[in-house]
């Protein structure tokens, strides 16, 4: 079984930044892409970005140049930046990981809302 703790949401004020964290532990024998997603009220859930295990990243057009994903492989820990924040940005965030064969594990989701 595979964990997800994401941590990092909270409140934020329009033009503020967050960085958000979500560490997988647990039986995890590869990890092939690591990725947030996010679900705005009364929304669909929306990729945000996702990163490969070699470093290739991925970005919803809406967040190019101001979000920033990285991971670090050997922690299994994915991050997001994400800077000049909007009230549009407000969502609850889910880290997911993809294992191939093994399948995809969902964090438990981490709020964010900007807002003044």
């Known amino acids: 079984q595979v964990q997800l703790v994401e941590s990092g949401g909270g409140l934020v004020q329009p033009g503020g930044s967050l960085r958000l964290s979500c560490a997988a532990s647990g039986s995890i024998f590869r990890i092939y892409v690591m990725g947030w997603y996010r679900q705005a009220p009364g929304k669909q859930r929306e990729l945000v970005a996702h990163?490969?295990?070699?470093?290739?990243?991925n970005y919803s057009d809406s967040v190019k140049g101001r979000f920033t994903i990285s991971g670090d492989n050997a922690r299994n820990t994915v991050y997001l930046h994400m800077n000049s924040l909007k009230p549009e940005h407000t969502a609850v965030y889910y880290c997911?990981?993809?294992?191939?064969?093994?399948?995809?594990?969902w964090g438990q989701g981490t709020p964010v809302t900007v807002s003044s």
């Open positions: 997911n990981i993809n294992m191939g064969a093994r399948g995809i594990t």
């Open positions: 990163i490969t295990s070699g470093g290739i990243t």
